[in-house]
């Protein structure tokens, strides 16, 4: 195996935990000010001298750790606190940061990341490092915490956040929504949404929400109408749905892709047309809830083990609601990939091209071709015990070759190989 280097290493610390966020947040529409207070339970994992989050351009008025105000720094994204005493080991404490500001989205390879403002609203789309635009944090996808969500906004808004609403209360300020969720979640994942929207439930097998534009309600309905026949085919597939329930937001922009959030998906404007034209994207969105937000990669090499999972749920998804089959998709996209360039390593792609549709493609390949190898007998077991051995935790592409070997009638280190770290385009079985 190749010798691996962090991707982002400017984001987050492993020298403590998070094991619980609570966020107390203030958002005025017209002026795009947010106000918060981030109550944050932390665990060293190693002595500390001094605390360090990910924190984008905001005003911090005071920080404190177990109700003691403490001495800090605040720049070039990093808030820096020096506790009054060294922070032992397996020991909690409580950190509470009071900031005010103008969001930011954070800077990267791929644009602005995080909060963004829209026509008449504000979503946060933060994959991978744009969390701190809007809280402190530790950004790191391998810190997984629960959360609480607390979003004041004007009336005439809905505020979507991940988890179950637990209340809802109006008062001359505006409205304020309280979100809970109880599985872990990492940074990136968290999502607020602003909008104007209509809510429907679609039936299945856990509740399914709708939040869309009034005048996109008959094209929604329509093309997320089988989506709780989705949700039956990948449980069946990859186990049980990991959470309480599943929450779509399309919002009344259009969005370059859809964004993918701990237990809820957000899709554009374009995304709608009344015709399921974007099916696929509602089959891929759904399979991150398995693959990216139960099972969560430790590093942002591992991406593969996301993205190119969600590519194959579309082509199981086609196979099992009577379109094309999943090896006639292999097939044509074998032939598209065979005549790009030969430099990508799958499960070491590089930090600017975790998004390169070769990951996902080439990812969907590799499992077919394990499907192909196993027989559908063995490899659809190994993915249900895989998302059951790893739900809600961290995964890596080692554990992931470990597991699949135990389903084999002979090694796979070489068939593992060639697909994962060999940059050229393996044969199709």
Known sequence: ????????????????????YDLTLDYRMASNRLGGVARLTVTAVEPLDRLTLDLGVFRVTQVLIDGERLPYTHRDGKLRITPGRSLPPGEPVTVEVRYAGTPRPVRSHWGGLGWEELTDGALVASQPTGAPSWFPCNDRPGDKATYRISVTAAAAYQVIANGHLVSKRRAASGTTWVYEQDEPMATYLVGVQIGRYQRAELPGPVPQHLAHPARLAAQVRYDFGRQAQMLAVFTERFGPYPFREYTVVVVDDELEIPIEAHGMSVFGANHVDGRRRYERLVAHELAHQWYGNSLTLADWRDIWLHEGFAAYAEWLWSEDSGGEHAHEHAQRWHRRLAAMPQDLVLADPGPDRIFDDRVYKRGALALHALRRTLGDGAFFPMLRDWTAGHRHGVVSTDAFADHVQRYATRPLDTFLWTWLYD???????
Request: glycine share 4%; proline share 15%.
């Open 423 to 429: 940059s050229r385009l393996p044969f199709l079985p």
């Open 1 to 20: 195996m190749s010798v691996h280097h962090p991707y982002f290493p400017e984001h987050g610390d492993e020298s403590y935990r998070v094991d619980h």
